[in-house]
């Protein structure tokens, strides 16, 4: 059994295809097929991450379709819509450099290039043209969305002191 913090999301079954068993798959990983190339994949079930084989997959649309061993008619694939799907952090290939997990951002303390703290790293979005930061501020309730733009608005990424430097002022629109 997996541990929680050991462990890097990497989709979520969103619904059933076809009649033997198979799941469709919202992938959050780059390029999206790319969970096809974890092995083993862990899935939640009750509360508990399990090992699970696949036995084979395809990108159908936008979504994943796996197979998954000794699932085999569409009422066993049914109980599973909804289990979430990772893989252990080893399994990742290492970064290079200038280049980062979202899973490793996540919780980074965010500061300005005067070293004010604007505040924690909460989760990143995907848009057409960048990433962007979602910080949270412990004083605010509003989130502030920063732009993940290395070298132009991200200064400095220190993985070891969990700490991002950016050029940014909080009353940037």
Avoid: C
């Avoid at 999301?9 to 969970?35: H, L």
């Amino acid at each position: 059994m997996a541990q929680a913090g050991d462990l890097i999301p990497v989709g979520k079954i969103s619904g059933v295809f076809g009649v033997r068993g198979g799941v469709k798959v919202f992938s959050y990983t780059e390029p999206r097929d790319n969970i096809l190339n974890y092995s083993p994949l862990l899935m939640k079930r009750q509360g508990q991450w399990l090992e699970v084989a696949i036995s084979g997959g395809q990108l159908q649309g936008k979504a994943v379709v796996l197979s998954i061993r000794n699932v085999t008619d569409r009422d066993q694939a049914l109980a599973l819509v909804g289990a979430e799907l990772a893989i252990r952090r080893e399994q990742l290939a290492k970064a290079d450099k200038d280049e980062f997990y979202w899973a490793d951002l996540i919780g980074m303390t965010v500061v300005d290039a005067q070293q004010s703290v604007l505040g924690k790293v909460d989760h990143l979005l995907e848009t057409g043209a960048h990433d962007v930061l979602v910080i949270q501020s412990d004083s605010a309730d509003e989130s502030l969305l920063i732009p993940f733009v290395l070298d132009e608005v991200v200064l400095s990424v220190d993985m070891d002191k969990k700490l991002i430097q950016v050029d940014w002022q909080t009353d940037y629109l």
